[in-house]
């Protein structure tokens, strides 16, 4: 029963995002102490913006005639959808970034997508999304409307993909970076505190989906 666990933080310490994904995995691996994690850090290692457009135009029909390019492509939307479709569940970690969807995980989407196999072979499957923002977005506040990142991550992950999806979501994660929103401490600790209790939540949640 593995798990995939992709990052889209393009930091390594003081993530919040890895470090919500951090107690799903543990709470996930209380069931799976010795199970494989597959690991993908797209926000540290990027996928290749130009790879999308070369595995689209490649001829699947005729590999003989791919470019160098494209077979290069081909190759990585292979590995990359291949473990996606070894997991039993799966994990995304993902930040806002500048009010829209991470470029890192937009292009290693589109390149996914394009393998053919990947669009009924996750159907069913359990997955949590992890989607951390830095300010406030709720309803109500100055920015309501403003996060575009996670109704479209949704969409793909749920309605494209078929996933039988979970979602944590953490805001003003930029209190205490930003002395601009220093009277929000508290409000934030709340959220992280709530936050951190449904991650733990959907940790189990992906154990229990595996054993029925």
Not at 46 to 68: I, K, L, M, Y
Not at 176 to 203: C, I, T, W, Y
Request: charged letters at 25%.
């Amino acid at each position: 029963m593995s798990l995939f666990r992709l990052d889209a933080s393009i930091r390594t310490e003081g993530s919040v995002s890895r470090a919500i994904a951090d107690i799903v995995e543990e709470s996930w691996r209380q069931d799976n102490p010795e199970e494989t994690v597959i690991r993908r850090h797209i926000g540290v290692e990027p996928v290749p913006a130009t790879a999308w457009a070369a595995s689209v135009f490649a001829d699947r029909g005729n590999v003989e005639g791919f470019t160098p390019d494209q077979k290069s492509a081909v190759d990585l939307a292979t590995t990359l959808a291949d473990e996606l479709l070894e997991a039993d569940a799966l994990l995304f970690a993902v930040p806002l970034y500048n009010f829209g969807v991470s470029q890192h995980f937009k292009t290693w989407v589109d390149l996914v997508i394009t393998d053919p196999r990947v669009g009924v072979g996750l159907k069913g499957r359990p997955a949590v999304l992890v989607a951390v923002r830095g300010g406030a977005y709720g309803a109500g506040t100055p920015r309501e409307g403003w996060d575009h990142a996670t109704g479209w991550m949704r969409r793909i992950l749920e309605d494209v993909w078929g996933l039988d999806l979970r979602v944590v979501e953490t805001e003003f994660t930029l209190v205490g970076v930003n002395p601009a929103l220093d009277q929000f401490k508290e409000l934030a600790a709340e959220m992280r505190h709530e936050s951190e209790r449904v991650a733990a939540e959907h940790g189990r949640h992906l154990s229990g989906a595996l054993t029925h």
